[in-house]
């Protein structure tokens, strides 16, 4: 019978069995941002310890770091900030761990420059100190989030005590018609099966609209399975992600590029590879989508009417209520129309060059409304360096935008830049949690990168296709 | 590198109360830090001061249990959130094993993780161990997970600690870390079949 990706890989990394019951799994690539290693550094020095294998250790800052240039002049006006920063230097600095930082012009958002570098790679399997880390799934890697004591774990060992998922193939049938984006494809899966639905599960996301998506479309559909419970989700190694690939930094150079190759297509999940569960989703007519409320998985079609309280029971409703209670919305209305006062064009979820590229269509011989604030950050200086050679920087800015250094920024808003009061920010990020931007009422519309361009044009929730010609 | 937890002598920390969350160990501001080394001293900090400002003193501030390293705790110790920042603040103030009547799940496994024994006994003893405590302050007291007691005053009083978190006190494997290091040779053996190992970049 058949294996999937997510049982090759598990069991080729796997150490032994511990008596706990949970295996002793192999971390072929970790990654580190300041905020969650700290301690885990700390405590090795305590504990007298190395790190096992320093080179397979990748560090980057990215949740603290302001992303104006004034702003990012050392040390920075937040004196934890810059002590986080200072720490995550040192620590790289003295157990000999590869640091992308600001000064080289290879920081960026973690789960953006790990791809970038050519360190997350098909067939390995990768953890961080972040919830988002299945976006390095989409090169058919098994990535996942840790803990800080299981940061620990993975410097000193290289290894992690783990018990195994169940699978669960999601199958995306169709094609996505114009205007709709992989953004969408998140978000309607997280709508179809729940912010809890993949408690326990490693999701596959298949067929033709995953095929179809580039490399950094498919890192957007991994990096949301999270926000469905899943802590794993990744996608089947094709040619485009050997593509994506070639020539970075750390991928495999040519005399063992096809050694390389041929590993990664032989962890694909085989033609009769089982699951636990399968699932399809019918894209042909998925519209973009934006949330509602205060989780992702409270998000609807543009044409769609919000939910009424009535229609739900018990505890469900309880959950609706609150999510009304805080934004403010009329129940059963629509969300098309309603202003928002912030527009975000960034993170780990929609930061990429194509992502910008997108939105800067949008944004071309517009401008953003005067009652808007937009801020577009890319999600690395790499990417910002490239998008500034295409001339990005100046269509956001001929248009009103801000152009940003690269960092989380808005998304979780660790850094300066946060919501004030009550304001509404549609925003290309991955939680619309309560206070989630900065204020402890601030509210946020999670919808695509087009769809945030073009509600900045006009200065509320608006339908991105009419801007497309 | 696999260290055993039995025994721990010192003097007792009398803290009477129910459902002391995690929030009031250690408060939310003191998490954006870089290590867990400075939590000791803020343990408590927002009871200690709210007690200050009535005159009074905690258990925590109070020079006759600066030593003390047994915390003693009445219901719903624990209970919050599941930042390991809470046992950690506990274990860097000097706290090194637990008496209570009941704590949270999480908090419990967080303190397992840390190697800090949480001890259960009934509300009756649980009284009895304060108030000796609070009569004998700088008085040495022992625990022992290997017999699950507590000796006070040549007195020795049962506690209860279920045999899954005692068998990992007792042969070390409460430290994943420890567990997991002692298969190096193993590890090494893996690495060297992963195929990318060997074409990997530098």
Redesign the interface.
């Known amino acids: 019978m058949g294996k999937n990706l997510y049982q090759k890989v598990f069991e080729s990394h796997i150490v032994g069995k511990l008596p706990s019951g949970q295996y002793q799994l192999f971390i072929g690539t970790h990654l580190c941002h300041e905020v969650t290693s700290p301690q885990a550094f700390a405590m090795l020095r305590e504990e007298g310890l190395k790190v096992k294998y320093p080179e397979r250790t990748f560090a980057t800052v990215d949740h603290i770091i302001p992303t104006t240039t004034d702003a990012r002049v050392r040390p920075f006006k937040d004196p934890i900030s810059e002590e986080m920063l200072e720490h995550l230097e040192k620590n790289t600095r003295d157990f000999g761990v590869r640091f992308f930082g600001p000064d080289a012009g290879e920081q960026g958002v973690i789960h953006i420059v790990g791809p970038e570098e050519g360190v997350t790679q098909p067939g390995m399997t990768v953890a961080c100190g972040d919830s988002h880390t299945a976006t390095h799934g989409a090169f058919g890697a098994v990535a996942f989030g840790i803990g800080t004591s299981q940061v620990a774990d993975v410097l000193a060992t290289q290894t992690l005590a783990m018990s195994p998922l169940k699978t669960r193939r999601i199958n995306f049938t169709g094609k996505l018609q114009p205007g709709v984006t992989a953004k969408d494809v998140a978000l309607a899966y997280i709508a179809k099966l729940g912010v809890n639905g993949g408690v326990g599960y490693a999701y596959e996301f298949a067929g033709p609209v995953i095929e179809n998506l580039d490399m950094e479309g498919r890192m957007t559909v991994c990096n949301m399975a999270i926000e469905g419970g899943a802590r794993v989700g990744y996608c089947n190694p094709d040619e485009k992600t050997f593509a994506f690939l070639r020539g970075k930094p750390f991928a495999p150079k040519e005399d063992k590029w096809d050694e390389a190759v041929a590993y990664w297509k032989s962890v694909a999940s085989d033609p009769d590879a089982t699951f636990d569960d399968e699932v399809e989703i019918d894209c042909n007519k998925l519209e973009p989508m934006v949330t509602w409320g205060i989780t992702p998985a409270q998000a609807m079609q543009l044409n769609e009417n919000m939910p009424k309280i009535s229609e739900f029971t018990g505890s469900e409703q309880k959950v609706i209520r609150e999510a009304y209670e805080y934004m403010g919305w009329e129940e059963g209305g629509k969300m098309l129309g309603t202003p928002i006062d912030i527009a975000f064009v960034g993170s780990c979820t929609n930061g990429r060059l194509p992502d910008l590229i997108a939105a800067a269509e949008i944004m071309k011989g517009h401008h953003v409304s005067p009652t808007v604030k937009m801020w577009v950050v890319p999600g690395s200086q790499k990417i910002k360096k490239e998008a500034e050679d295409l001339g990005l920087d100046k269509i956001f800015t001929d248009a009103g935008a801000e152009w940003r250094d690269a960092g989380c920024s808005l998304c979780l808003a660790m850094n300066p830049d946060k919501l004030q009061g009550r304001q509404v920010s549609a925003s290309s990020s991955n939680r619309n949690f309560k206070g989630r931007q900065g204020s402890p009422t601030g509210r946020t519309i999670l919808m695509s990168p087009i769809m945030v361009a073009a509600a900045a044009i006009e200065g509320k929730v608006t339908d991105v296709r009419k801007y497309i010609k | 590198m696999l260290t055993v937890i039995d025994t721990v002598k010192g003097s007792g920390i009398p803290l009477r109360g129910n459902d002391i969350d995690t929030d009031r160990i250690i408060p939310a501001r003191f998490l954006?830090?870089?290590?867990?080394?400075g939590l000791g001293q803020n343990a408590f900090a927002d009871d200690i001061a709210g007690l200050e400002a009535q005159g009074k003193v905690h258990p925590f501030r109070d020079p006759k249990y600066a030593k003390g390293t047994v915390l003693v705790s009445n219901r719903n110790f624990g209970c919050g959130s599941s930042r390991?920042h809470a046992p950690q603040a506990l274990k860097r103030w000097g706290v090194r094993a637990i008496i209570a009547e009941s704590y949270s799940e999480i908090f419990f496994g967080n303190c397992v993780?840390?190697g800090v024994p949480c001890f259960r006994v009934s509300h009756e003893v649980a009284d009895k161990i304060l108030s000796w405590i609070e009569e004998h302050p700088s008085e040495e007291i022992v625990t022992s997970t290997q017999d699950r007691t507590l000796t006070m005053g040549g007195e020795v009083i049962p506690l209860e600690l279920a045999d899954g978190p005692r068998g990992q006190f007792l042969d070390g494997?409460w430290h994943?870390?420890a567990?997991?290091?002692s298969?190096?040779d193993?590890?090494e053996k893996?690495?060297g079949k992963?195929?990318?190992?060997?074409?990997?970049?530098?």
């Open positions: 954006k830090c870089v290590t867990f080394d390991e993780a840390i494997s994943a870390r567990v997991l290091m298969h190096a193993d590890v893996l690495a992963l195929p990318y190992m060997k074409f990997l970049a530098r």
